[in-house]
């Protein structure tokens, strides 16, 4: 009798919120979970650079536009299926959940709402900012049924305060989704028959799904959202029929334009083990087979040589390590090693394959896992990479081609991430562009290696066989790695070797 009262105390006076304590329940999402845009029924069409976090698919149309995304891109497979059959019990549980408030059709304008299922019929709007107030409670549940479209203004966004969690809003929408310029979303939102639209700049921490309809992002962010232990990003990428790599990632937006992720529990936060470098640990530049030459002032903490040639260039008051001017038995033990640590690369089965190489970087955030690049690879402007706190965390980085960078291209360690745990398996030339300043050991194989003028390296240069260049560059074997001092920086000449 009391929850009938309510009710009919809040649609006659028009009251928004009651700060009571609801027992609403989160739906079972299933494996639409994984999804960060899905439809069951329409086209995805990206327009602009979009970073996402999660499955992107449809179970019935066209999938165009997209760049790469830090999950799995599906069309019309078993896995869609299972989803759109996931995504309609979802949407019937929350469809006849029982409200426990009524809602006019605006939202918005500064006003704090308390967790509880909110009936609003007709179209709504969200205007300026909505608080969700979890009271301290992460369970807190907040879902909106609302009985006409979605629009959002200009700007506007959700906030959530006291523990509420993205993961534990649910918007139930009988119509056209609109979300305009600069909005900030949280949660998961079901369209029902109807398109999903979302404007430039649009943040979304949660899932954008269509039960027929068409999903259109342009030049936004979207991740799968934290917490309340589901996984959201299943990565299954089969590169053979042996291959059954699986790995799970949420994300969360850090400040300004960089994007940062953050596993669930469940998932393992360390990516690949990483190999034994063994006797190579010490070497900043090596080439199993032909010259290494440098042209300019370069300072190196590390060895440098090769295993077939000539070592040349190099000022020996700039490098805080041997210069191993010929092959030598040290050269020798390198060289075998170099091509074990190539072989126990090239054999992880990607967990995450990166569908455009020539698209990379453009602030893409990775995690801890192995990506696959098909081809010859291009890293723009900048890289994250992201080890969610964890010091142990790998990145290995298999590339089936060449590797080259823009000018000032850069790699970012974030949240713990160390060069140290970083790896590039390239399987062809590598160039770093002038002033390019990038993190990890690059493990070439059977490619020249060249690191133009003001390249910064914190890391390695390794080839298994191919000349090795450089030119006014700094290359430093990552802390921890060898016990070799710090490198000396100077400015005198001393004598070339």
Known sequence: MKRIFLLFAVASASLFTFPIVTSAQAPDLGTAANFVLFSTNGALSNTGRSYLTGNVGTNNGAVTGFGNVNGVMHNSDGTTAEAKTDLLIAYAELNTATPTF?????????????????????NTVLNLDLILDGNGSPGAVFIFQIGGTLSTNTASQIKMINGTQA???FWKVEGLVSMASGTS????????NAAIDMGTDVSLEGRALAIIGAVSPSNISAYTPLGCGSPVLTASVNVDENSTAVTTVTSTFAEGNAITYTLSGGADQSGPAAPD?????????????ESVANAGVSYVKGDVGTNAGLTTGFDSLNVNGKIHK????????????LLDIYSYLNSLSPDIQLLFPGQFGHSLVLTPHTYMLQGATALTDTLFLNAQGNADAVFVIKINGALSTSTYATVVLMNGAQASNVFWKVDGAVSLNNYSKIKGTIVCNNGAVELKTGVELEGRALTTNGALSTSAVVVNVPEGTCSI???VITSNSGDAT
């Open 102 to 122: 009524v809602h006019a059709p605006l939202l918005g304008n500064g006003d704090t709402l308390q967790p509880g299922v909110y009936s609003i019929s007709g």
């Open 167 to 169: 993961c534990n809003v």
């Open 185 to 192: 979303m949280k949660g998961t939102v079901i369209a029902n």
């Open 277 to 289: 470098l063994a006797s190579i640990a010490c070497y900043a530049i090596f080439t199993g087979n």
């Open 326 to 337: 010929n092959p030598d038995a040290s050269t020798a033990n390198a060289a075998s090693d």
């Open 485 to 487: 001092m710090e490198p």
